[in-house]
């Protein structure tokens, strides 16, 4: 009893000097620190409350206060190893900065609302007092529930260790994975021999590798200063690229002023005089909006990346905002025009609600204050890796905003809630920044850029149940077309034929030849693939499913192709998985 004691004092001394030095260091502020600190500081209690339970039952003192004291310290193991999962679930879900999601996530509410739960039927389920000769240890109901609960939460933490075994790094991994196993055969050891009475100091013992393996602070501040500086470099890389861009802008409108200046010094036509003058002076006018640019250019340093495990299709988000603007200018005489880069994702990780407000309060602006002339959206993407930074302009013709007038569009007192001022703190949060040009009675630009990770499924389709040995028809003037997509049914086992015109096509099927499903080009001599489609549509009994092949990217955004008769469209350049996902669409 008394080795037991004096390994418990001990076990206390040198958690209460490890909890001296992590708190007087500098720590990160991520979810993972703010679980450990908990498990530090609650480690030393629990050695307090062992300490007090073997005092009790040394000198046999009131049962009253033993039971008190005892209960106490079995909600201790409880509240330890709960802290523990905890820990688990934030150095496996969420990592990081993630410490507002982690808060809010459903599991970690759960497991306190269980743990809670579990206090309170410790309280009062009844509790033995085994002595023996030379050692004392606890016993009864409340014991085998204890057990029970510790078991789960063991299985809970293996299940999240292997589920997002990947999240973690290598420093992470080896000594969780032990420590789990410590704590395993920790319990085991106590279920089968009661009277061994490590547990407190196999806790503390626990908690002191963590902060030499896992949580050691230097570590964290060294890996997060190695972190920054590659944020840093990539940042500077942007500023650079971004300067070196407008540098070039620069240079070409410099060129059309002197090309201007030129001809009016040549020039005795007053009226050509006045035109190239009007130009000089729209150049010069860019220059200014650029210069501002430039002035302000610190705040790409603000375009980090920001990654939410919210996956969106962002070409369906520009479709329903297209789509739900599309009818509003319906009302006046207004073109509405859109221009999105074909090599657009499918689908990324980001806030897609608010990028949709966003869009539709820039458009409804532009709307409200465009009398006559256009409104034009377009989107550009700029690859890095996994990330892709999506370049976003709404242009309009309408009154413009003057220089003086600019800063109180964007100032935060504004009583209009869907102001830029909105707009443009709900893109920095999210990561982005939000740029905005306007000449008074010619038009505003706001140029929106926005860094999002593109998602990728690593899990490969497998379609070959679904479509080997069906048969296709290719119908494409381009031989390289077809070869492309030959080679990719090839691997598949899809039967094909192939046509280079669409009166060959025709009379195939008017022979009566099937086919599962049809590969239709839009853009093909004498007839194309509209007029193909048209008398496809005529042909007695046809019912074959034809998808366009087209060049044109804005096809996403409009359903014109479906009047035409047409169940989908793939746009070209050919992509292997896009064109494999639609035959498995209409052949499964």
């Known amino acids: 009893m008394q080795i037991r004691i004096t390994l418990l004092i001990v076990s206390f001394i040198y958690t209460m000097l490890t909890s001296i030095v992590y708190f007087s260091k500098n720590r990160i502020n991520n979810s993972e620190n703010a679980v450990y600190e908990k498990l530090l500081s609650i480690t030393p209690i629990g050695l307090l409350l062992e300490i007090g339970c073997n005092v009790t039952a040394i000198y046999k003192m009131n049962e009253l206060v033993s039971s008190i004291i005892s209960r106490i310290y079995l909600i201790f193991i409880l509240v330890w190893l709960t802290t523990f999962t905890l820990y688990i679930l934030t150095i496996t879900k969420y990592k990081g900065d993630k410490l507002t999601e982690y808060k809010n996530s459903k599991i970690r509410k759960s497991i306190i609302i269980g743990s809670i739960f579990s206090i309170l039927l410790l309280i009062f389920l009844p509790i033995d007092f085994v002595l023996e000769k030379n050692s004392a240890y606890l016993g009864g109901m409340g014991i085998v529930f204890l057990l029970a609960i510790t078991f789960l939460l063991i299985i809970l933490d293996f299940i999240l260790f292997i589920k997002y075994f990947k999240n973690m790094t290598f420093r992470e991994k080896v000594p969780m994975f032990l420590l789990l196993l410590l704590i395993g055969g920790l319990l085991l ?265 593109i998602y990728t499924n690593n899990n490969k389709d497998n379609y070959d149940n679904y479509v080997n040995n069906k048969k296709i028809l290719i119908i494409d003037d381009n031989n390289s077309s077809i070869k492309l997509i030959s080679k990719i049914l090839d691997k598949h086992n899809i039967l094909y034929d192939s046509s280079n015109l669409g009166k060959e096509a025709l009379d195939r099927i008017r022979k009566g030849d099937k086919y599962d499903l049809i590969l239709l080009d839009e853009d093909m001599p004498y007839m194309n693939g509209i007029s193909v489609m048209n008398k496809f549509s005529k042909i007695k009994g046809f019912g074959t499913k034809v998808i366009l092949l087209t060049k044109n990217s804005n096809i996403i955004y409009d359903d014109i192709y479906k009047d035409s008769g047409f169940s989908d469209y793939i746009i070209k350049p050919i992509d292997k998985d896009d064109l494999m996902n639609k035959i498995n669409k209409y052949l499964k």
């Open 189 to 453: 050891v106590n279920n089968i021999a009661p009277e061994i009475q490590i547990i407190s100091s196999s806790f503390a013992l626990i908690t002191v590798i963590m902060y030499f393996t896992i949580e050691n602070p230097d570590k964290k501040l060294l890996e997060e200063i190695h972190m920054s500086k590659k944020i840093a470099d990539a940042a500077n890389e942007d500023k650079s690229m971004l300067i070196y861009n407008m540098m070039n802008e620069v240079k070409s409108i410099a060129s059309d002023i002197n090309k201007s200046s030129e001809v009016i010094l040549n020039s005795n036509n007053l009226e050509e005089n006045r035109f190239f003058a009007r130009e000089i002076i729209s150049s010069n006018n860019k220059l200014y909006s650029m210069a501002n640019n430039i002035y302000n250019i610190d705040v790409i340093d603000d375009i980090n990346v920001k990654t939410v495990k919210n996956k969106y299709n962002i070409k369906l988000l520009l479709k329903e905002v297209i789509s739900k603007n599309k009818e509003l200018f319906e009302d006046k005489d207004i073109s509405f025009r859109f221009n999105i880069d074909s090599n657009l994702p499918n689908t990324l990780y980001g806030d897609s609600i608010n990028l949709k407000n966003v869009l539709n309060t820039i458009i409804g602006n532009s709307y409200k204050y465009t009398d006559k002339g256009y409104v034009e959206l377009s989107v550009n993407a700029i690859f890095k890796k996994d990330i892709v930074r999506l370049i976003i302009k709404i242009e309009d013709s309408g009154i413009g905003i003057k220089a003086e007038d600019l800063d109180k569009c964007l100032n935060k007192n504004t009583k209009d809630q869907n102001s830029l001022y909105g707009a443009r703190k709900t893109i920095n949060i999210m990561g982005g920044n939000l740029l905005i040009s306007s000449e008074y009675n010619k038009g505003t630009i706001v140029t929106i850029i926005l860094d999002q990770k």
